[in-house]
């Protein structure tokens, strides 16, 4: 399977304090790409990290990828009751079809 | 506003019937795919298309068919060859190449 997986499977944290969530990744990528669903919801993307970047930025998020290690990190800062969501990692092949293999996610509760 | 609409949002289908779901976007982008949802899994790759009157088949393309007549649209037709339909459908649209996906808010299929 072509699939990532995160860790951890379901967190939980104070408002206040930064989430950290894991992405590791079998195959080699053209990049990763994280995603945040609401339940029930559709996914949203968040952030999006070439194969030749290490980190980005966005707002609250900070991305880190290593593609010796084939893995991803997904920092949330400052975290608010509503960062409450499942969070994915997507990987796009290098192949170049233009599909995204998605892991099992990591539940984030974040509690007031 | 640009975006993806699915309908329906819940969807009762008793064994043996086809249904189909719906999907349309209005952001222009050329590629569109169909994933399927189990509760606490990840996404799964149904079919995609990268151009009109085209698709090819994703991981778990058995039991379902899909057409793209139009580029705003790419219906998802629930067979009933497929033996185990009841999950959450989401549909997610790309412009081609490199670039994040954008989600419906997806369709709940029971099978009752």
């Known amino acids: 399977s072509q699939q990532g997986e995160e860790d951890p499977q379901a967190l939980s944290i104070q408002e206040g304090e930064n989430a950290t969530m894991n992405c590791s990744y079998k195959?080699?990528?053209?990049?990763l790409q994280w995603y945040r669903q609401n339940s029930g919801r559709g996914l949203v993307h968040l952030i999006l990290?070439?194969?030749?970047?290490r980190e980005k930025h966005s707002g609250r998020l900070r991305v880190t990828l290593d593609t010796s290690k084939k893995s991803s990190s997904l920092l949330i800062t400052a975290s608010r009751a509503a960062d409450t969501a499942s969070y994915f990692c997507?990987?796009?092949?290098?192949?170049?079809?233009?599909?995204?293999?998605f892991g099992t996610g990591t539940r984030l509760t974040v509690i007031p | 506003d640009g975006g993806i609409t699915q309908s329906p949002k819940y969807l009762f289908r008793k064994e043996g019937q086809n249904v189909t779901l719906s999907c349309e976007q209005n952001?222009?982008?050329?590629?569109m795919y169909w994933y399927r949802q189990d509760p606490g899994q990840g996404l799964r790759l149904i079919y995609y298309?990268?151009?009109?009157?085209?698709?090819q088949k994703g991981d778990i393309a058995e039991g379902y068919s899909v057409s793209r007549e139009k580029k705003e649209s790419f219906p998802l037709t629930v067979t009933s060859a497929q033996k185990n339909p009841t999950a959450f459908y989401l549909c997610?649209?790309?412009?081609?190449?490199?670039?994040?996906?954008?989600f419906g808010s997806g369709t709940r299929l029971t099978v009752v």
């Open positions: 997610a649209s790309s412009q081609n190449g490199e670039g994040g996906y954008t």
């Open positions: 195959t080699s990528i053209n990049n």
């Open positions: 990290i070439r194969s030749n970047e």
């Open positions: 997507a990987t796009a092949p290098q192949t170049g079809a233009n599909n995204l293999f």
């Open positions: 952001l222009n982008h050329d590629a």
């Open positions: 298309s990268q151009i009109v009157n085209d698709f």
